[in-house]
């Protein structure tokens, strides 16, 4: 059973966000935000139904998600674009202790992975060859 990556996180580390933004075609004036935002996750989970919050003095971007299901996302305010189910594989699944989503739509290659190592949370964020890499550590006040 993978460890519960329920709670409040708040980043760390944000390695190469910038080659992230330039495949995704953020603008350079919505990139210089970003980079000097600190995100927060909070995720939570109601039954088999996740809820990820990406938490930002800027902006926020909600996307919830049940394992296994297919399902279609809008990007909204991030680069607004729509990604969705393949007809043959269900997007968001746990592989080993790892839960990988996968975004198809016009950017090939896109998607991320969020696991738990030495209590913290991991998120590789990755699209057209460029991964951005952050970590977050655990917010126990919140
Ligand atoms: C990844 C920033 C940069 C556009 C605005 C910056 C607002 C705060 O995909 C994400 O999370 C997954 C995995 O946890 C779950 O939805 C959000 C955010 C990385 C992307 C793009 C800059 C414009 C940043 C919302």
Known sequence: MP?????????V????LEG????LGISCYLRKIAQKLK?????EQQGDLYIIKTISTFRNYVFSFKVGQEFEEFTQGLDNRHVMAS???SLVTWEG???VCQQIGEKKNRGWTHWIEED?????LYCEGQVCKQVFK???NE
């Not at 992230?20 to 495949?23: D, H, L, Q, R």
């Not at 995100?39 to 995720?43: A, G, M, W």
């Not at 913290?120 to 590789?124: A, P, T, V």
């Open 3 to 11: 460890s519960s990556l329920c709670g409040t996180w708040d980043m």
């Open 13 to 16: 580390s944000n390695v190469n």
């Open 20 to 23: 992230y933004m330039i495949t």
């Open 39 to 43: 995100q927060r996750k909070v995720i």
């Open 87 to 89: 007809e043959i594989c």
């Open 97 to 99: 202790n790892k839960l």
């Open 120 to 124: 913290k949370l991991h998120l590789e």
């Open 138 to 140: 655990k917010n126990v």
